[in-house]
């Protein structure tokens, strides 16, 4: 049984960094995709970033390009998500979510593992 276990939330001013990790385990990542999503009150799930295990392609939403970074670690199997230059509408609780392929999707429908997640709040 795959697990994902989010760490680092929490609450910041606007303009501040945060780093979101997720810890895998229960099976080898290999080269399959792992996303950030996140979901504000009141709003639908929404796609952040993603990479491939390889690390060879990452994708981000346009929202954050350019301000968050996704990375993994393969040593320790977790993904990283480096959020700069926060903003109060980046404030949402994250999850991050591994599926059975390698390809990168947007999409939280393909995604089969998710974690429980974690708070950003970042003030204004």
Same mark, same amino acid.
């Given at each position: 049984?795959?697990? %994902?276990? /989010?760490?680092?939330?929490? %609450?910041?001013?606007?303009?501040?960094?945060?780093? #979101?990790?997720?810890?895998?385990?229960?099976?080898? #990542?290999?080269?399959?995709?792992?996303?950030?999503?996140?979901? =504000? !009150?009141?709003? /639908?799930? /929404?796609?952040?970033? @993603? &990479?491939?295990?390889?690390? @060879?392609?990452?994708?981000? =939403?346009?929202?954050?390009?350019?301000?968050?970074? &996704?990375?993994?670690?393969? =040593?320790?199997?977790?993904?990283? +998500?480096?959020?700069?230059? +926060?903003? !109060? /509408?980046?404030?949402?609780?994250?999850?991050?979510?591994?599926?059975?392929?390698?390809?990168?999707?947007?999409? !939280?429908?393909?995604? @089969?593992?998710?974690?429980?997640?974690?708070?950003?709040?970042?003030?204004?």
């Amino acid at each position: 049984q795959v697990q %994902l276990v /989010e760490s680092g939330g929490g %609450l910041v001013q606007a303009g501040g960094s945060l780093r #979101l990790s997720c810890a895998v385990s229960g099976r080898t #990542l290999s080269n399959y995709a792992m996303g950030w999503f996140r979901q =504000a !009150p009141g709003k /639908e799930r /929404e796609f952040v970033a @993603a &990479i491939r295990w390889s690390g @060879a392609y990452t994708s981000y =939403a346009n929202s954050v390009k350019g301000r968050f970074t &996704i990375s993994r670690e393969g =040593a320790k199997n977790t993904v990283y +998500l480096q959020m700069s230059s +926060l903003k !109060p /509408e980046d404030t949402a609780v994250y999850y991050c979510a591994t599926r059975l392929s390698s390809v990168l999707d947007t999409r !939280p429908d393909v995604y @089969a593992y998710w974690g429980q997640g974690t708070q950003v709040t970042v003030s204004s």
